[in-house]
T-cell receptor, first 114, second 114 residues
Framework: GENVEQHPSTLSVQEGDSAVIKCTYSDSASNYFPWYKQELGKRPQLIIDIRSNVGEKKDQRIAVTLNKTAKHFSLHITETQPEDSAVYFC?????????????FGGGTRVLVKP | DAGVIQSPRHEVTEMGQEVTLRCKPISGHNSLFWYRQTMMRGLELLIYFNNNVPIDDSGMPEDRFSAKMPNASFSTLKIQPSEPRDSAVYFCAYRQGGDTGELFFGEGSRLTVL
C-alpha cells in the first residue's frame, strides 16, 4: 500500500520567515495530494491540494509543488504569522477498485515565534 | 461546521469495557472514513466505506475493532474489549465530490481507556 513520509517532524520559525515541509510517497499511481492543518484540539482541515497533472499551485501565502518523477511534494508558507502555528499533514490519495483512500504523513508541528 | 457529528466527544472507560463511537455525516456523501490519531502513530486509516459498503478494513488493528454503516447517515466504530493502547482520538470523515474530493472531518471522539 501507499506510504507517505513527512519531514521535518517539528519546525520552529520566526514570524515573517518562510516554512517548508516536504513529503515523499511510494505509490506512483497516487494522483491527489492534499495538505491539512490541525490546530490544537481541533479537527484536521484542508488548506490546499494539488493533482498530478499540475506541478505547482498557490493560494495567497501558501503554495504546493509536486514532482511526480521523484515522488515528492512540498508545502511552502511565506511570511509566517503566529496563527500559522499548528500541525500540518500531507497526504496522498491512492486509487482503488471502489474509490480512493487517503494516506497521511506523520505530521509536522510548526511553531511560529513572534 | 456541522457536516459530521461525532459522539461521544470524550469517553473514559476501564480496560475490558465495550466502547461504541458514533458518526452522523450529512447526507449526500459517497464515502465515509474512520481514522485514529495518536502522538506515536499519527493519523491512521482504520476503515472506509463507499456507498455504505466497507471497502478497505486493512487498518483495523485487530478483531476487537468492528465498524458498521447501516445507512448513509450513520456509522459506528466498536471496540470490544477495550485496552489502554486503544486510547486515542477517533475521527470520522466524509468525502463528497468524487474520488479525490476534500475530506471533512468531525470533531473527533477522545477515548481514554484506563
Amino acid at each position: 500500500g501507499e506510504n507517505v513520509e513527512q519531514h521535518p517532524s517539528t519546525l520552529s520559525v520566526q514570524e515573517g520567515d518562510s516554512a517548508v515541509i516536504k513529503c515523499t510517497y511510494s505509490d506512483s499511481a497516487s494522483n491527489y495530494f492534499p495538505w491539512y492543518k490541525q490546530e490544537l484540539g481541533k479537527r484536521p482541515q484542508l488548506i490546499i491540494d494539488i493533482r498530478s497533472n499540475v506541478g505547482e499551485k498557490k493560494d495567497q501565502r501558501i503554495a504546493v509543488t509536486l514532482n511526480k518523477t521523484a515522488k515528492h511534494f512540498s508545502l511552502h508558507i511565506t511570511e509566517t504569522q503566529p496563527e500559522d502555528s499548528a500541525v500540518y499533514f500531507c497526504a496522498a490519495s491512492t486509487a482503488g477498485a471502489a474509490g480512493n483512500k487517503l494516506t497521511f504523513g506523520g505530521g509536522t508541528r510548526v511553531l511560529v515565534k513572534p | 461546521d456541522a457536516g459530521v457529528i461525532q459522539s461521544p466527544r470524550h469517553e473514559v472507560t476501564e480496560m475490558g469495557q465495550e466502547v461504541t463511537l458514533r458518526c452522523k455525516p450529512i447526507s449526500g456523501h459517497n464515502s465515509l472514513f474512520w481514522y485514529r490519531q495518536t502522538m506515536m502513530r499519527g493519523l491512521e486509516l482504520l476503515i472506509y466505506f463507499n456507498n455504505n459498503v466497507p471497502i478497505d478494513d486493512s487498518g483495523m488493528p485487530e478483531d476487537r475493532f468492528s465498524a458498521k454503516m447501516p445507512n448513509a447517515s450513520f456509522s459506528t466504530l466498536k471496540i470490544q474489549p477495550s485496552e489502554p493502547r486503544d486510547s486515542a482520538v477517533y475521527f470520522c470523515a466524509y468525502r463528497q465530490g468524487g474520488d479525490t474530493g476534500e475530506l471533512f472531518f468531525g470533531e473527533g471522539s477522545r477515548l481514554t481507556v484506563l
